[in-house]
């Protein structure tokens, strides 16, 4: 019973609980670099084609509908909409470079074994202890 007790005093738990203001983020890119006070920011886009200024098309008189597109302004321009910015100190990045590192190492693991199929990845070994 005391080395019980013992080990409960050398062990922690974490509970985990969702913000209020929780939400899951798409990104598919990324962008940042090192602040004044040597922290790194990490801001994580959603890139796409942006929605025209104007558009023109033609008229379909015998149809009486409109026809195809014969002008795009801008013709072609990119948007990286910023998603959500992270600021770590080295410390922690470095951590959470470590657990990204492992969780693709998990990840070429698991297809390795199957086939290309999609896995499902346990919580357990979807945690980062650190």
């Known amino acids: 019973m005391a080395d019980e007790q013992d080990n409960k005093d050398q062990q922690v738990e974490f509970v985990f609980e969702y913000d209020p203001n929780y939400r899951l983020v798409p990104a598919n890119g990324a962008w940042g670099g090192i602040t004044p006070r040597g922290d790194i920011r990490i801001d ?3 890139e796409s084609q942006a ?3 104007r558009v023109v098309n033609k008229i379909d008189i015998k149809a009486n509908a409109i026809g195809e597109e014969i002008k795009r302004v801008p013709e072609k321009h990119f948007v990286r909409q ?10 922690a990045f470095e951590s959470l470079g470590e657990w990204i590192q492992d969780r693709l190492e998990q990840l070429k693991e698991l297809s390795k074994g199957d086939s290309g199929s999609n896995a499902p990845v346990s919580q357990e070994q979807n945690r980062a202890e650190r």
């Open 44 to 46: 994580f886009f959603v």
């Open 51 to 53: 929605i025209p200024h």
């Open 82 to 91: 910023i998603q959500v910015s992270i600021l770590m100190n080295p410390s």
